[in-house]
């Protein structure tokens, strides 16, 4: 019996990698199981190789394995890409169809020709060869064919009984050519039963579009984009049944203006884009800084620049979003770790928001935002909705006719009383340029130097109250190597501290949650309890290792671990730079 297992289906996009992997998915986790997967794709909508790994276990987890206890392959290319990941012993699931071949070299392994393109033909239609596919899967691990039904039910029962029937038979015909194969169960492929508990499997991008909604955001404007789109695509669903709209614009510089517009008549809104999208963004971000309108934009980053590499993870971003604006203007930058916190930081970056009056960028990676996780169910009495000065419906202090509402007064915490359009007495000027008091254009000196200090003092309020700006697992006060990470990178960082831990290594990790304005103070009572500091990320220029040297110093004892090949870090990749580094000291490691 094993408590974990790592399964992989892979073939040209457009084959159903996707559903295969959805169903096998769906029914470990209703089962109890924990989940997190990984989808490998190209840039095209399709052809070109896809595959999707998937990790089960009995135990909460936040990482792909290193290795591979079974292969579902639908093409030759599939095997001759992923088959190096097989742990000694572990099978390959081939169709027949294609002839399949052994790569050479390939240490053991258990390899069955299965034909399931032939048997989804036999029922009728070549697409059901991913419902043979799972059938040959729960064969190898003892899973019952009954278990899938639910799913198959829920996938097809709007068809008729016919096809839900046919999709069973199908899973039946795979599970009885692979059981005949074997002889019966495979007792080192049987995993451990898992306690049944009420659990969500989603993306990240589908938790931040629930928390958006939960946040009371109503509209969303937004032009698709990999790997965002999933944010919209999920609110085109829920908003109109609230009484909210998406609109998919011409454009991200249209998006972001309209998102700004939105939130200046008082309605919450967001958009979501990845790098290039971001780039389009930066002159109207500037203008949501001067004119202090609230605004959340989501950046799921992938490979860059310019189109770069669309569906591969990359964190290239975050000198961009600290940065990319012109001018000095307020701005905060949140990065969720998990899938849990994707859902709470959505909710929180409307509050920030709306309590300083200025934008927010909720930023995330490809793998966090499309990586399906196992979730324990979100607690909606934590979510709190806080719209700060905002005197919408309240009546406002009479004034002569010539007044104008200081909408932009001077104040200690540097956020001023804001109203909506058309809020009697509440007549102001809103322009792009310097302004004074009531938003009047002025070039005054002593004014300049008094709007620009109010609207810089809002980031000390936000460094003050943002909760839990770093995620600590720090047990030692005189660690060996303190392992600093940001996004998708947690669970992995975590795998890799386990095992250097069981070698005598005292480790202790930080995930930083704040980028900007930076948690230095927290940050730097870490770093002086390590000998070392060792940052994991994916870019080639250690962006958020040189945040860290900016704001906390010691930079001598810094080091990078950095990948941008498109892949996300292995749990071994980290163990293996991170001990070399403690072991023979300064130098920068690099996994290209």
Known sequence: MISQLSWKVGGQQGEGIESTGEIFSMAMNRMGYHLYSYRHFSSRIKGGHTNNKIRVSTTPMRAISDDLDILVAFDQETIDFNAHELREGGIIIADAKFNPKLPDGLKPVRFFTVPLTEIADELGTSLMKNMVSIGASSAILGISVESFRPIVEDMFLRKGEKVVEKNMD?????????NELTGGQLPEFQMEKADPQKQLF????????LGAVAAGCRFM???????????????????????????????????????????FAGARSLTASAGPGLSLMMEAIGLAGITEQPVVI?????????????????QSDVNAMIYGTHGDIPKVVIAPSTVEECFY??????????EYQLPVILMTDLTLSLGKQTVTPFDYSKVEIRRGKLLAGQELPEKEQNDLFKRYEVTEDGVSPRVIPGQKYGLHHVTGVEHDQTGRPSENAANRIQQMDKRMRKMEGVLKNFKGAVTADAPHADADVLVVGINSTIGTIQEAKGRLEQEGIKVNHAQIRLLHPFPTEEIKALVDKAKKVVVVEHNAQAQVTNLLKQHVGNAEKIESVLKYDGNPFLPKEIYAEV?????HGDYERVSK
Do not use: C, H, W
């Open 170 to 178: 199908a899973i039946r015909r795979g599970f009885d050519f692979v």
């Open 202 to 209: 989603l993306i990240g991008n589908d938790a931040i579009a």
């Open 221 to 263: 404007p937004a032009y698709p984009i990999t790997p965002a789109s999933e944010v919209m695509e999920y609110l085109i669903k829920k908003l109109p049944k609230l009484g909210g709209t998406v609109i998919q614009t011409e454009d991200e510089i249209a998006a972001i203006t309209m998102a700004i517009g939105a939130n």
């Open 298 to 314: 989501v950046n799921t980053q992938r490979g860059g620049p310019s189109t770069g590499m669309p569906t591969k993870i990359e």
């Open 345 to 354: 930081d959505a909710v929180e970056a409307f509050n920030i928001a709306e």
């Open 579 to 583: 001990k070399e580094l403690v072991k």
